[in-house]
Structure formats: structure tokens, C-alpha cells
């Protein structure tokens, strides 16, 4: 197959044209806009001087997404400029692809572009005809090779593209045979699956690195010094090249196909010849061939799943939820006009162009059977290996800036609200509606429980609330519950504000501050105080690292051996029971001899009823260290999170700010915050709540199944482990309007039926919910109140290895006095 030729999309407009069928393309550009944003910035902060700009975006086929990229790159740059206050430099925009691209109907539609551009940008010296300060053209031509002049470009951009090579891979011995359809012996098949030869797999996976490697060494050579590049392709998130993930769309092609050849429409020996010039590389496989070519480094990568339907694809997507089989087949249809509009040119060569409506009539039927196949019976979703089944996935997500979260997420996009996966050898069931969440959490049926883990309960201790079994712990909630009273918050107000003015005060002269960092010490310190009344620097500071050693061992393998990560959580443990047994010791010594004034948890939990201790001593240490880590991480994580969005959102500041000066004027008699002073808070107390549903710091409840039953209409066995997952519920659109957007106010109105879970619900809902929300509108108040602040990095990613959902960077900033 000669791929300069068929290397192109449907043309014109017709209803298989690309131009009616790049919906997916579109929302991958849109996808990429963040991150091209951030390179634009840092090439324009890196280059104040610069006049004029060159600008390729490779691969721009021809439809509606061609001016697309541009269009976003012309309006960031004039954004940036206006930021800046520099003038908009000239801007030479190439617009690059094969030979046989459709590029009249991109030439056609120049003109109405730069309408758009001088409409908008009058002010900035864009004239009509593209003028004096944005100029157009288009170079045709492989991207695989010199497009352009040595150092003539400062910005290369490519979207949905590079996963096309630049031939049908070929087997080492037919090196030399460029331009022919290749012999994989992929018998019955287009593109690598589980039955291909390993030498198919191989040649697919050698192509694409010799492919990259020349694209990459084409660019070092035409990029200036310091240039930057965006590109976003189709890929893969795990290292099997053959997972449904990077195959499907092929598989069932070749169905379609072999359907046909079985009837004699098609001869099947064209199928085993044909090869699609496509790879889904991994992202390893990216780092590899970059690290070799050495011209360039990877700023950012990032992976996101596809809608092949046309959704969204960003986080506001929840659209493929498949149920009927109507609505299934509808979905397939879907997919195959994306798909037709794509590879019918490739196809149309090797197997005749009136054999085409007939295949893609078959292909939208098997796709949408395909969709149906996995909703019917058990939750659709993937088994993944044997015993370990999507385990590899999974830590590769907790080991992705995205964080533990995204594969959930991505999920949660393919499968819809009720999905089902295998991790570490155990079947979990994710739910997403808030019907769900009521059932499982309210747990009326009695067919939910808490699992005990046992490793968590050997860090934890067993008495622990985390971990006690379902009876005891219904007696240790009744006991613990009453610690939570209006009189422990009261006093918790006080003293938490004083920790915060404490720790506040001086931090404008520390230059950056990481502010989980600082959050972490003082909701630390906060919890100790309020539990046992630890003040001491050094007792606090051991005990934190403890704690620390505990929380990290939560999440490791539990492999008890003097070297593991879980051993040290053991031996820290160890030392954390020790010191809270001195310190019931030296405070029963106190009480004996009435030289006692403590009021902390821990006094409470210490007086007797008719003789009768309420709890064990080891009942008390247990939970005394379960709440630390209950309390502390997830206070911190939250404030963090509330800081951020706040930053992002100056109308929301604004109204803060006026409402808490007016507190200040208020209670500036008072040293420190109380109680009452909490409830003239009302739109803090919105911002609260509305922080906590956008950052859904525990993001999904596990529960065991004690009995089959049947959710979302699948079926749900005895055993398995059923997830609430709030993060979705948070934001889904039928439950919240407008979920990604950061407005307190949607809680003026009543908020649906089991929709907010930021402190879970039923029998297990967080006991420090109100000391929680009190924490954060005390540390509000104080830190609007006496700080503005700038942020040092805004990097989203979020930090490997955490209980809970926390930002890598910790968010420095650097504050200022308000005055
Ligand atoms: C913003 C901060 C907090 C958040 C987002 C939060 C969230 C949660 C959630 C979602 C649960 C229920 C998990 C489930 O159902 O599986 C929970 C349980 C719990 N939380 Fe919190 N929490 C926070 C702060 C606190 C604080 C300050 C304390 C203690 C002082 C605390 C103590 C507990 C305890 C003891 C439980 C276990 C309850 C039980 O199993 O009966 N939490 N928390």
C-alpha cells in the first residue's frame, strides 16, 4: 500500500466526509489546548523579543478542525500578548500535509478565517487577507522527513496524526520493498491482535520507532534553540500492544471483513495482505525513542481515552453510558462513521470502492453489538490478565500524574455508571449514580459491609473504627460519636485558630510557601492538641514522622521483612502505641493525684460510668491514631484544594473577602474565632462545600458484598467489592449542573437526594465532618483575611502514593500582606 496516496481523509461534504465525521479529532485538539496554552507561554516568556513567529501544525488534514489548531494558537498568543504587554509579533503559519490532502477545501475557507482573525483582532494589526501580521501557507508533504527551512520555526504543533506511519510495516527481510502491502502473516486481520505473529508485533513496533525517530530528527533541525512542540496522537496506556484498548477498532474491522469473505464478496487473501500504516504507541515506548533521537525532552505527557462516539473527551464527558440494544447499535454507528471517514481511502485500493457501504453497514452492527455484548449480565469492563487482571493498569495510573483516580475515570467514560475490573486478584464493581450510592451506604439490605484488610488492621490495630467487624464496630461508633459534640467543636474553633494566626504570621517573609506542606504540620498539630493535648515540639515532630511511616505503609505491599516499606508502618506503629501508652499513664497518674485540666478527647474517653471504663486502653490508642490519620491528611488535602480553586475564581475571592471583612470589623474585639462566629460565615460556608465536592478528596467508598444481589440492572456476586465513586457522582452533569464550573452558589438551592458524599454516608460517615468544615472556614477567614497570594507552580498533577486525592507540587505560592 503506498500511503502517501491513501493517506488522507473522506473529502468533501458529503455524509461520510471528514468534514461531518471529526468530532473525536476535535474534542483531541480540544483535549491538548491546556497543555499547548502552557508551551506557548513558556516559548513567548523565553523569547521577549521576538518579532516574528513560525508555526507548523503537521498533519492538518482538511475540514472543519484544520484552522482549528491554528485558530487556538493565533488566540493564546494574542492573549498572551495582552497579558504581557508586548506587541502581537508576525505570525508565519504553515499548515502541513500529504500531498494528497484535500487542501482546497482548506484554502476555501481562509478567507472567512481571517474575517474571524481581523474581527477579533482589529486591535492587533491583523489585516484582511491574512496582512501584515498572520501569514498562511501550506507545504505538502511526509512529516517523516525536512518539511521546512533549518531554524525557520519556534513552534510545531500536531494533533491526531503521528499515529499514522509512513508505511505498512514489513518483515526484516523485505527492508528494501518500501512500497508495496507488506506480508505479516496476520492472517485475518488488519492491525496487531492476539493472534498475530510476534514477528508482526515486532515489525509494527520497529516501524514506529524508525518513523518517530525521523520525525523528531526533521524537527530538531527546523525548530529554533528553546523551540517547543505539542503533540497529540492515538496510544496506548498499557504495554500490551494488543489490548482492546489499541485494537478493537481493528479487530472488528476485520469481522466486518472476514464476514464478507466467507460470503465471497471479498477474497480473503486481501485481508491477510492488508496491513494498516497505524500504531498505538505506549508512552515507554515514546520516552525511548526520544531519549535516543536526544534533540528533545518531555515537559509534559499525559494519557486520556478516547470517545470514538464523538463525546467529550475532556472531564465533563459521561456520555457513553450503553444500556438497550437500540441505544447500542445507535453507538456503533457512531463510531463507524468516525472510523469510515478516516480509513475508507485507505480500504477503497485493496478491496474496491463499491464493497464500501456494504462493510461499514456490517462494522457499525458489530461494534454496536459489540457495545451491547458488554452490557448485558454481569457490569461491563475487563477481566485484564489472568490473576492479576487490571492490576499493571492500575499502578500505572497511581504512578501518572493523574494519580490512583484516572483509572477510574477512564473507566468510568467507556463503560458507564456501573463498570466492573479485577485488581489484585479480587473482582471490584465501580458505581457512579447516586441511587447506588444510597443502597450501598445506607446499607438497609444488610448486604454491604466494610472489608477488613488485614494489613490495615495490623497497622491500624484491630480495635480500630476503620477496621473492627460490623458488630463492634456499631458499639465503638456509639462511644466515639459523643467526643464530636457542640462543646468539643467550640473549643476546637478556638484552639485551631490560634494555631493558624501562629503559624501564619511570618510567612511573608519565607518567600514560597508550600501550603499543604505548612497544612500538614498545623492540622497535625490541631488533631494532637484536640485528642491528647500534645504540644511538645519534639514529641510532635517524632510522632508526625511516625504517623507518616504508618499512612505510606497503608498503601504498600504488605510483605512484613526488615526492608519493606510495610515493616517500617509496623515498627512505626509500634512506637506511636508506645508513646500514647505513657501518655494514658502519666495522665491517669493526673487524675489520681486531681491535678488534671485537660480537656482533650482523651480525658473523655478516660472517665468511667459505674466503674466501667467505656473503652479499652487499646480501644482508645486504636482510634486515637486512626483519627490522626482520618483527620489530618484529609483537612489539609481539602484546604489545599480550597486555596486553589479560590485563586482560579476572583469573583468568588471578591465576595469572600467582603463578606469575612465585614467578620473582622465585627469580632475585632476578640483575640480568636469562635463557634458562633463560624455561622456569619454563609457563602464561606457555600465555598466550603462547594471546594469539597470539585476536590472529592476520598474519592470512592469500598464496600464487601455479603450476598449476591443485583445493581444498575447487572448482576453482583457474593464477594466482590462494590466502590461508590463520589469523584463521578461530584461531577456528573445530570446531578450537578455545569459540574467543572466552581460556583458556591448551587448550594442556595437544594442540592438531589444523595448527591453530596465529600463525608460519605450511612453508617460510616465521617465522624469529623463538623470539626472538618470548621477547620476549613477558620483557616479561610484568617488566611483571605491577611494574605493575597500568588501561585509559584501551577502544575495539576497529582502526588503518587497518597491516602488521598493531593497536588504533586503541594501548591506553592508566595503571599503578600492585604492592606
Ligand atoms: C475535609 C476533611 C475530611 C474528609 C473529606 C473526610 C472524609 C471522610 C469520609 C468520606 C469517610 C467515610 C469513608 C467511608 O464511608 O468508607 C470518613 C470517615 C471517617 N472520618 Fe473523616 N473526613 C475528614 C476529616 C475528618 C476529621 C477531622 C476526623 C476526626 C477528627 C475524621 C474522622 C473520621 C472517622 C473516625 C471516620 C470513620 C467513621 C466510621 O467508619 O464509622 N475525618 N471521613
Known sequence: MEVMRVLHMNKGNGETSYAKNSTVQSNIISLGRRVMDEALKKLMMRNSEISSIGIAD?????????????????????????DLERPVPELRVSLNDLPSNDFNYIFASLPEFYDRINNNKESLGFCRG?????????????????????????????????????????????????????????????????????????????????????????RSEELVPGGRMVLSFLGRSSLDPTTEESCYQWELLAQALMSMAKEGIIEEEKIDAFNAPYYAASSEELKMVIEKEGSFSIDRLEISPVDWEGGSISEESYDLVVRSKPEALASGRRVANTIRAVIEPMLEPTFGENVMDELFERYAKIVGEYFYKSTVDVPPGSDGFPVIGETLQFMLSVNSGKGFYE?????????????????????????????????????????????????????LGDRSLLCASQHHHK??????????????????????????????SGWEHRGTVVLLTDLLQITFKAMCKMLISLEDEEELGSMQKDVGFVCEAMLAFPLNLPWTRFHKGIMARGRVMEMLEKIIRERRNEINSQNNHHEDFLQQLLAVDNDTPKLTDAEITDNILTMIIAGQDTT?????????????????????????SQLTNKASNKPFLELEDLSEMPYASKMVKESL?????????????????????????????????????HLDPTVYNEPHKFNPLRFEEEAKANSFLAFGMGGRTCLGLGMAKAMMLVFLHRFITTYRWEVVD????????????????????????RL
Not at 477512564?410 to 485488581?423: A, D, K, N
Not at 489539609?636 to 469575612?660: C, F, H, P, R
Not at 478528596?697 to 465513586?725: H, T
Not at 501551577?794 to 500582606?817: A, C, M, N
Open 794 to 817: 501551577g502544575d495539576p498533577s497529582i502526588e503518587k502514593w497518597t491516602l488521598f486525592s493531593r497536588l504533586k507540587s503541594g501548591y506553592p505560592i508566595r503571599v503578600s500582606r
Open 693 to 729: 465536592r470539585m476536590a472529592s478528596v476520598v474519592p470512592w467508598f469500598p464496600r464487601l458484598v455479603l450476598q449476591d444481589c443485583e445493581m444498575e440492572g447487572y448482576k453482583i456476586k457474593k464477594g466482590w467489592n462494590i466502590n461508590i465513586d463520589a469523584r463521578s457522582i
Open 407 to 459: 483509572f477510574v475515570r477512564s473507566r468510568r467514560i467507556r463503560y458507564g455508571s456501573c463498570f466492573r475490573t479485577s485488581l489484585f486478584g479480587e473482582t471490584h464493581v465501580f458505581l457512579s449514580t447516586t441511587d447506588s450510592a444510597r443502597a450501598v451506604l445506607n446499607n438497609e439490605s444488610g448486604m454491604f459491609t466494610k472489608r477488613y484488610i488485614k494489613s490495615i488492621g495490623e497497622l
Open 130 to 218: 491574512g496582512g501584515e501580521s498572520c501569514f498562511v501557507s501550506a507545504v505538502a508533504g511526509s512529516f517523516y522527513g525536512r518539511l521546512f527551512p533549518r531554524r525557520s520555526l519556534h513552534f510545531v504543533h500536531s494533533s491526531s496524526s503521528l499515529h499514522w506511519l509512513s508505511q505498512v510495516p514489513c518483515r526484516e527481510a523485505e527492508k528494501e520493498d518500501r512500497a508495496i502491502t507488506a506480508d505479516l502473516d496476520n492472517m485475518g486481520k488488519i492491525y496487531i491482535s492476539k493472534t498475530s505473529p510476534k514477528s508482526a508485533h515486532k515489525a509494527y513496533a520497529l516501524q514506529f520507532q524508525t518513523d518517530f525517530l525521523v520525525f523528531l530528527r526533521s
Open 475 to 504: 458499639i465503638l461508633r456509639s462511644r466515639l460519636i459523643n467526643l464530636f459534640s457542640k462543646r468539643s467543636t467550640a473549643l476546637m474553633v478556638r484552639q485551631f485558630d490560634e494555631l493558624v494566626v501562629d503559624a501564619l
Open 58 to 82: 503537521l498533519g492538518c488534514s482538511s475540514g472543519p478542525n484544520s484552522l482549528l489548531s491554528i485558530s487556538n494558537i493565533i488566540d493564546t498568543i494574542h492573549n498572551l500578548c495582552a
Open 636 to 660: 489539609a488535602s481539602a484546604l489545599t484544594w480550597m486555596i486553589k480553586y479560590l485563586g482560579e475564581n476572583q469573583k468568588v475571592l471578591d465576595i469572600l473577602i467582603e463578606e469575612q
